[in-house]
Every structure is written in C-alpha cells, then in structure tokens.
C-alpha cells in the first residue's frame, strides 16, 4: 500500500452560492464515508481559504520570524485535502476522480516517498 495525498487548491473552486457549496459538502462527505468504508482514509479536512490561516513563519538568519495572517508570497492557498493509503496509482486516480467529478473542480494527487510519521494513535481519534 502506499500513501497519496488528494488536494485542491482554493482558487480551483469557482463560486458557489451557499446552497451550492452544501450540496457539494454532502456529496463529498458521501466520497468520504465510502473511503471510509473501503478502509483507505487516513485522514482529510476541507474549508480551508486565505481566511483560516492563522500565521506565517520563515527562517531569518537561523531563526523563525512569525507573521500574523496570510502573508507568505503565494498565488495559490490549499483548499482542503483527503490522504489515503491505497495498493497504487490506479486507486488514488479513482478516488481523486471520485472527488473531483462530485465537487467539479480540479484534484491534485501526489504519491508520498515513504511512510509519514503519526505520533497519535489513529484507533484513538
């Protein structure tokens, strides 16, 4: 098995109004509760935008400089995200199809190099 993370970019989404963006949620979370079920998920999270970040920090001289809000030069601000572990490149594409043909924008895959690092027991929530 081997992990992926499935992203998409905050400015990949066009608008939506309220209503939209509901019906949108429930058809993801029922992407999500079927990668549940399938045993895939590890872990994702959405409604991320420019407005949720909370600082910013680079390295200056060996040191870390924080910056209140979204202030590292960037075009594009991640939106949201699902990982999942998933024998190949071929089930990461269905489940990214999977989310991107039920939110109707674009999903970005990425294959990790090797496992992560989890220091939370995931059978503890």
Excluded: C
């Excluded at 066009?14 to 029922?30: Q, V």
């Excluded at 509760?33 to 600082?55: H, K, P, Q, Y």
């Excluded at 089930?91 to 990790?112: I, K």
């Amino acid at each position: 098995m081997a992990e992926y993370l499935i992203t998409f970019n905050d400015e990949w989404v066009p608008e939506h109004t309220a209503e939209e963006l509901r019906e949108k949620g429930a058809a993801a979370r029922a992407v999500v509760a079927e990668m549940m079920a399938e045993g895939v998920l590890i872990f994702t999270n959405g409604g991320l935008d420019r407005s949720t970040a909370v600082f910013s920090v680079e390295s200056v001289d060996g040191r870390p400089v924080f910056t209140d809000g979204p202030y590292v030069e960037t075009k594009e601000h991640l939106g949201g995200f699902a990982v999942v572990d998933v024998p190949d490149d071929e089930a990461a594409r269905y489940w990214a199809g999977r989310l991107a043909t039920v939110l109707d924008w674009p999903q970005e895959v990425h294959r990790f190099r090797g496992p992560g690092f989890a220091w939370r027991d995931r059978s503890n929530g």
